[in-house]
């Protein structure tokens, strides 16, 4: 069934960063440009308005000279650093990041860009900015952020807000969990999940004595899966409890797997926070395709139950409900350097319609308007 769409929209493009209010003007003098502003994170604030907590990935403007790789770095109560490392050392077939030749023991990268986490205020419906709040950025504060933080998704629970973000260092790739009383001013909690855990989302209540979380364990290698299942080895959706939302245990069984009969070969990962419907809970994720070296990133759903979330009642793993739009972007000044990448980070509602926060193309953040009845079909 085609997607119903009432509206869809970019809302915010890297032209609108002001980079003189950049957190890397602490310690970088070259010149830097936005690489790209996306995957925003989503929240009502007490206002009425929507929150946009917007990635901004800042990037030199000559990351190599004189065939050295050039590294922007955060040391801890430190001011902002470039580092230089050959170029030959490295394979640079993903503009996102380097991969080392050098070192054969893990995969070691270096990343073209160093990101912050930007709070854009918008409309009631998400589509016109109201204020960029360039005094509440969330940068580079501990070791295991030294690289960036990136991707955040945030979630209300009674009268706080908890903001998951994936940090990026030389130690770690952890989720750093932060709290914020209003939406904009946000404390950070320190690590809930260690080493590429990834995709972080917590559901917005208790269900039963338990918080719940969908979690993204990476790693760098899995084990061939049975001839007798359907299951693909690899990265998969997994969901977690925790009594405190500081501490949390992951369930026994995976909650959504690669299969190997799919299309969806590459990787899953959790998307917007679980919304209640009253079928379940409606929880957003991408999938994605082998199709290049980053591959198709498109947007699904999966339906599971309200009282025990680890219960998967229906999914659409087989049909998007978005991927990405190129009639919204084909015009825009910006030059594209990858393809086929719609990444959802948030949802929230007002009055008939959810509204879907995405990262699109790894450049803009877009806004999109879908019936509830639409679902409500599906369901």
Not at 73 to 88: G, H, T
Not at 102 to 129: C, N
């Amino acid at each position: 069934m085609k997607t119903e769409i009432t509206k869809d929209k970019i809302v915010f493009a890297p032209g609108d960063v002001d980079l003189s209010k950049s957190p890397l003007r602490n310690g970088i003098n070259s010149e830097t440009y936005v690489l790209g502003s996306f995957n925003p994170g989503m929240t009502r604030l007490p206002n009425g308005n929507l929150l946009m907590m917007v990635r901004v990935a800042e990037a030199l403007k000559k990351n190599i000279i004189n065939n050295k790789l050039q590294v922007i770095r955060k040391p801890v109560n430190s001011e902002f650093v470039i580092e230089e490392f050959d170029l030959s050392e490295f394979h640079t077939s993903d503009p996102r990041k380097y991969r080392s030749k050098k070192y054969t023991h893990a995969r070691i990268y270096a990343l073209t860009s160093f990101s912050w986490q930007l709070p854009v205020e918008m409309s009631k419906d998400g589509l016109e900015i109201v204020n960029i709040h360039y005094d509440k950025i969330i940068q580079s504060e501990k070791s295991y952020q030294e690289y960036g933080i990136e991707d955040a998704r945030i979630t209300k629970i009674e009268e706080k807000y908890y903001m998951t973000a994936c940090c990026v260092g030389s130690e770690r790739h952890p989720t750093a969990l932060y709290v914020s009383k209003d939406g904009l001013n946000y404390k950070n909690l320190g690590i809930i999940q260690d080493h590429q855990n990834k995709d972080m989302v917590i559901f917005p209540k208790k269900i039963g004595d338990y918080y719940y979380a969908l979690t993204r364990p990476l790693g760098d290698h899995f084990f061939i899966s049975s001839q007798t299942t359907d299951v693909l080895a690899g990265p998969s959706i997994n969901i977690a409890q925790s009594p405190d939302l500081l501490h949390w245990r992951p369930l026994e069984s995976t909650l959504l797997s690669l299969k190997k009969d799919s299309h969806l070969s590459k990787r899953l990962g959790a998307g917007a926070q679980p919304i209640l419907t009253e079928k379940g809970w409606l929880v957003l994720f991408h999938g994605v395709e082998d199709c290049d070296e980053v591959g198709c990133y498109k947007t699904y759903w999966i339906l599971l139950d309200k009282n025990d979330p680890a219960i998967i009642l229906k999914h659409s793993c087989e049909n998007p409900l978005l991927q990405a739009n190129y009639n919204l972007t084909d015009k825009l000044e910006y030059p594209k350097y990858v393809e086929n990448v719609v990444f959802t980070t948030g949802i929230d509602e007002l009055d008939e319609n959810y509204i879907i926060a995405s990262g699109e193309l790894d450049l803009y953040c877009r806004i999109t308007h879908i019936p509830k009845k639409y679902f409500s079909k599906l369901f």
